[in-house]
Every structure is written in structure tokens, then in C-alpha cells.
């Protein structure tokens, strides 16, 4: 080694400089506050400030206007629906995201390449055609609808054909969540749980199903969020009957139409504390599997 290029290495036992007791050698990355006030910036110009500003537009309300445009008999009923057929949908993707994500992980067969891609059809496809496509098949005439409304199964332009949709649409968000847990699962806890006697269902509550339990709640908080502010899909197979079958965006949306904005933020601020208590709910459940799984 030249002179030059060892003069520059510090010796043998040389007290490190104040660099590298600050924390090594330079980073590629800008260093932690300048990234966190990038971070801090960027989500209170995309989430904060246009929240803020449908909270402020509310506070233009009085009292009594405020509880009117929340509590109105047609509004109630859209809570109802949006709600609750979202809850029935994500509970539905988390059984049925679960088993599609072992699918695909556990097995091999011909076509698994296609079944995983179609998959995440959902993300890529535009709301309003999926909307269609589903309507198309459970009306009365179609593919579908044509068989079972003879047996008195209607699906279409009801709160079942809502469920379907949102059951179509989040599906993704389980199995994307689930599978590379699935993945990462060490193999060898289920052999030595098979090996010590226990059946393939002890194996599966006792040893599977508490490593990917957070996920599979993550999932489900994901589908449930997503379910809950649908709108193009859902708008063109409910059938969108007041007190029937009107979700609560159609109900924003027509708000918005009729310049009544003061009562569209409002509905629109119910529905977002609503979301974040749930997800609030959800997270903290979650946080408390994690902990219960690495005690």
C-alpha cells in the first residue's frame, strides 16, 4: 500500500472521529431530520390539510343544523348499509382471503401463475366496470341473475349485490396481506407439532394460525376501510333506493349535487371519525396479538 493511501486509514486502536461516533460512514439516504420533516410535510399537504379543511367547513354549522344533516332517517339508514355490509364483506375476504393465500402458497398446480395474477384483477380494474360487469351478471337477465330469481334469489339492486361487490374488491387486500407470512412460516414448528401427535387441526390453531393472525387482522382492517368508501362499484348493482339500498357516499355525492356542502362535509366527518375509531379498534387488537404471540 502507498504512503498516501495508508495515511489516510486511521491506526490501529485510533479513537474513532466524530463522525464515525455520530454514526459511521455518510448514509446514501439524507440523514433523520431532514427526512422526517420531509415525511411530516408531505402528509399534511395530501392528508392533513384537505381533512382539516372538511373539519373547518362543519364547524360552519350550528349545533342543531350539524345533528339534523347527521341524524336524518335517509342518512341512518346509509350508515346501516355502508357499514354493516362492509363489516359482512371483510369477514367474508378474511375466510376466503385465507384459504385462496394457502392456495397459493401451500400448492402447486397448472394455471397458479394466471390464479395469482387474476388475483389482483381488482387493483387494476376501474370500480365503474367491475360495478357493471357484476351487475350484468346478477340481474334478472343475466348469466346468473336469469337462474336464481326464478327461485326467488335476487342479488342485483338489493344489499346482497352491495355485500357482493365489496366482497369483490377487497378481496386482494387479504391475500396480498396474508401470503408472504404464509411465505416466511417456518415449516419445520408444523413438522414438530405433527411429530409430537397433534392433528392437522391442532397444527393449525396452535401453530399457524397465531403467526399470521396479525396479518390476516390487517387484512381485514384493509378490505374494511376499502369496503367502507366504495362508491363506483357498488353505485350500479345497489339500485340505490332510499332507505333500501343507498350507501352512505351516494348519499355525500347527492348532497354535493344539490350545493348543500355544509351537509356533505358533515356526513362526510361522521363517517371519517367512524373509520378511524374502527381502524383505531383494529390496530390496537392487532398491537395486542403481537404482543400475546411473542410472550
Not at 343507498?246 to 362535509?265: F, M, N, R, V, W
Request: hydrophobic content about 55%; charged content about 10%; aromatic content about 10%.
Amino acid at each position: 500500500m502507498s504512503g498516501a493511501a495508508s495515511s489516510a486509514l486511521p491506526a490501529a486502536g485510533a479513537p474513532f472521529s466524530r463522525a464515525n461516533r455520530a454514526g459511521g460512514a455518510k448514509r446514501v439516504l439524507p440523514g433523520f431530520h431532514i427526512t422526517l420533516g420531509f415525511t411530516i410535510f408531505y402528509l399534511c399537504l395530501i392528508v392533513l390539510i384537505p381533512l382539516s379543511a372538511l373539519v373547518f367547513k362543519t364547524f360552519t354549522m350550528t349545533w342543531e343544523h350539524f345533528w339534523v344533516s347527521v341524524t336524518a332517517p335517509r342518512v341512518m339508514a346509509s350508515y346501516r348499509l355502508t357499514f354493516g355490509a362492509s363489516l359482512i364483506a371483510a369477514m367474508v375476504n378474511a375466510v376466503f382471503g385465507l384459504l385462496v393465500a394457502w392456495v397459493l402458497v401451500r400448492y402447486k398446480f397448472p394455471g397458479k401463475r394466471i390464479v395469482d395474477a387474476l388475483v389482483d384483477l381488482p387493483f387494476a380494474l376501474p370500480t365503474a366496470v367491475a360495478g357493471i360487469s357484476l351487475t350484468a351478471l346478477l340481474a334478472g337477465n343475466g348469466w346468473i341473475g336469469q337462474l336464481l330469481e326464478p327461485h326467488g334469489i335476487k342479488l342485483a339492486f338489493t344489499p346482497a349485490g352491495i355485500v357482493i361487490a365489496l366482497i369483490f374488491i377487497g378481496l386482494p387486500f387479504v391475500v396480498r396481506t396474508v401470503q408472504p407470512v404464509l411465505e416466511d412460516a417456518e415449516k419445520e414448528l408444523e413438522e414438530a407439532a405433527t411429530s409430537l401427535g397433534a392433528t392437522r387441526l391442532q397444527t393449525f390453531t396452535k401453530v399457524i394460525f397465531p403467526s399470521i393472525a396479525p396479518a390476516l387482522l390487517t387484512g381485514f382492517a384493509m378490505a374494511f376501510a376499502r369496503a367502507i368508501g366504495e362508491y363506483g362499484s357498488v353505485i350500479f348493482i345497489a339500485g340505490n333506493m332510499p332507505m333500501i339500498s343507498e350507501i352512505t357516499p351516494l348519499i355525500i355525492i347527492g348532497k354535493l349535487e344539490q350545493y348543500d356542502y355544509t351537509g356533505a362535509t358533515a356526513v362526510a366527518l361522521v363517517m371519517l371519525v367512524l373509520s378511524f375509531i374502527l381502524l383505531l379498534v383494529i390496530n390496537g387488537l392487532q398491537a395486542w396479538q403481537r404482543k400475546r404471540a411473542g410472550a
